[in-house]
């Protein structure tokens, strides 16, 4: 079936906005990265194709990342386009319903998601091992000398220094100390110095460091120390030639094969099986040994008592051998098995230990195993709700979908981190790798359903609308002249009418329903008599339509004044009864909506005050006008 110039316009469309998020998505993981590893990296001196390699390695890691922010914010983008230029309305008064519209793009996204299953089995351990390889050649490269000042520096090995004054100009270090340890710690040296100077070779392979001014106090735990451990000497000018070798090191290859992220799923799934036999084969044996040490605790030698004697022909109770014990036998007894307690306690404690982390080793290559599908999973995902979220929005650019994408990929990271740390913990079982996608997938479906609906989830209008029907937000008329009047208004009847809402208004002012609390229980279990308010409301927008066909504009703006009545407040809150017993039910949560109620009721009450001052004012002035 050859493609339709529809699907290759979306299609093409689609593609240029993947490919420059894909660019910018891989950029900002590849900065975060430069900030990880900037102190590591700077001052060691390395090349530029060293550089280059690092980053080119770290950036095939960071494709299966990039790869679902880059679909989630080019769908956005697309849709969101194709909504603010009008382009998707076209499409659907063509007859031609948004999930087809979806169609070549979610094929693509479906092809994506195979490619990163791929790429993550193959390409990213392969890249994994050469990134260890280089990260481990970076932290054992000694440093181009770049001795910061005020903190201890420990990457010449063998050596801590610290630095109070650098003169960066000639390269003087000023009040220098310097811990040797290169001996070890029970034999350290130290040397403190005015002033020294530090510089390399020719060869590239030492160090020569010229002290100056200082002294030097020592530590010698051997037998030729002639009984003087310690020994201090002063100097006024001291010279070391420190080992350097500036050659690239590369990492053991057992470092490197060790990491989950450097195999793909069938040798991680082989890893696994191998860890869990070692493991249980390690845990029978610490099984095996305990029990071997609890007998040995509680066994009794044969000599203690003629007593112990008679009790060996049948089970031996350890109450009845320290009953028929010495008083001296019995503290023996107690401080013997408080020993072997403890002693046990302590080696279970260090087992437990070895059996935790060996357990956290294998989950760790599960969570591997199991990045390889979610990630691929999550393009398709990210698809579900960038796409319908930007026909919802309708939005394109860079503004409203960046910031949504953001704000997914975030909720994505952490739902992803958390339930990766639980599992490794323990805390949870290995549906913990799939927490980000049972998160996220029903948001996908609950994005698709809405869009395909043409739902105005996420419009302005909509949510403004929301929050003054729950919240009671200010809102103000706008009745304004009009062009052409058919019918003018009958000023008698509209003076009538004004004379009974200021009354009612009056009247409702008084009145108990908006002076007192709401009743609990004809709020959520009957009904809350609202009538004479409904009535008022009635009688006022009636007025406003009649009135509104003036061509005075002072009656106009005099008309404005009157307040939009949120009648609703003060009855319950929802239109199904059920509901509402439902969070009566609930005290807590009824609670919060009498609060609403009441707030309500207070609003009411100071919008009748203003009724009835709008309409006194507007039977001043049409009263006046009829006399003239």
Request: charged letters at 20%; proline letters at 3%; hydrophobic letters at 45%.
């Amino acid at each position: 079936m050859r493609p339709k110039r529809l699907d290759i316009f979306i299609l093409k469309s689609f593609l240029l906005l993947f490919v420059a998020a894909f660019a910018i998505c891989l950029f900002v993981l590849l900065m975060n990265v430069l900030w990880r590893y900037a102190e590591d990296i700077v001052g060691k001196g390395l090349q530029f194709s060293f550089l280059a390699r690092f980053f080119w390695e770290f950036g095939l890691t960071l494709v299966p990342e990039a790869l679902p922010l880059a679909v989630l914010m080019a769908s956005l983008i697309t849709f969101g386009n194709f909504g603010e230029r009008l382009e998707l309305l076209a499409m659907k008064t063509s007859g031609i319903p948004l999930l087809r519209i979806m169609r070549p793009v979610m094929i693509f996204s479906i092809i994506l998601a195979g490619v990163s299953f791929y790429f993550q089995n193959v390409t990213v351990p392969r890249a994994a091992k050469n990134l260890y390889s280089l990260i481990f050649t970076i932290n054992e490269k000694n440093p181009e000398l770049e001795i910061p000042e005020g903190v201890f520096y420990s990457q010449i090995r063998g050596f801590n220094l610290f630095v109070r004054h650098k003169d960066f100009d000639s390269g003087m270090l000023y009040d220098v100390t310097i811990y040797d340890h290169r001996k070890g710690y029970d034999n350290l040296n130290v040397i403190v110095s005015d002033s020294a100077y530090l510089e390399t070779t020719s060869d590239k392979q030492h160090l020569y460091l010229h002290l100056f001014s200082g002294e030097q106090f020592g530590q010698e735990n051997d037998m030729e120390s002639n009984g003087k451990p310690y020994r201090r000497e002063g100097f006024r000018e001291k010279h070391i030639l420190l080992e350097f070798n500036s050659d690239m090191k590369q990492a053991p290859e057992g470092l490197v094969s060790s990491q989950a992220m450097s195999k793909n799923m069938n040798e991680i799934k082989s890893t696994i099986d191998s860890l869990s036999v070692a493991q249980d084969s390690i845990g029978r044996g610490n099984m095996r040994d305990y029990r071997v040490s609890a007998l040995s605790t509680y066994r009794m030698q044969k000599s203690d008592s003629v007593a112990l004697e008679k009790l060996m022909g049948r089970s031996i109770s350890a109450d009845s051998v320290y009953a028929v014990s010495s008083r001296n036998r019995q503290v023996d007894i107690k401080n013997d098995m408080r020993s072997k307690i403890q002693t046990q306690s302590s080696d279970l404690a260090i087992k437990s230990t070895n059996m935790y982390y060996g357990d956290k080793q294998i989950r760790k290559h599960w969570i591997q195993w199991m990045k390889k599908i979610t990630n691929s999973l999550s393009i398709l995902i990210f698809f579900f709700i960038g796409a319908p979220l930007g026909a919802i929005i309708r939005k394109g650019g860079l503004g409203v979908p960046v910031l949504v994408s953001v704000f997914t990929f975030i909720l994505f990271y952490i739902t992803s981190v958390s339930g990766d740390k639980m599992y490794r913990e323990g805390e949870w079982s290995i549906v913990g790798c799939w927490f980000s996608v049972m998160v996220l997938s029903p948001l996908s479906v609950f994005f698709t359903i809405k869009a395909n609906g043409d739902s105005t989830l996420f419009q302005w209008d909509v949510v403004m609308e929301f929050i003054r029907y729950w919240f009671g937000t200010r809102t103000s008329r706008h009745v304004t002249r009009k062009d052409v009047v058919i019918d003018d208004p009958d000023r008698e009847e509209c003076i009538a009418a004004l004379q009974d809402i200021k009354r009612m208004s009056d009247e409702l002012g008084q009145s108990r329903l908006l002076n007192s609390l709401p009743d609990y229980r004809k709020l959520f279990f009957g009904s809350v008599d609202a009538g004479e308010l409904s009535e008022l409301n009635t009688c006022l927008e009636g007025l406003v339509t009649e009135l509104g066909n003036s061509r005075d504009r002072v009656e106009l703006d005099m008309l404005n004044g009157f307040p939009i009545l949120p009648i609703h407040g003060v009855q319950p809150p929802f239109a199904r009864e059920w509901a509402n017993k439902m969070v009566g039910i609930v005290f807590p949560i009824g609670l919060l909506f009498e609060l609403r109620a009441w707030l309500f009721t207070r609003k009411l009450k100071r919008q009748m005050a203003k009724t009835a001052q709008v309409a006194e004012n507007l039977i001043d002035y049409m009263s006046n006008n009829n006399k003239q």
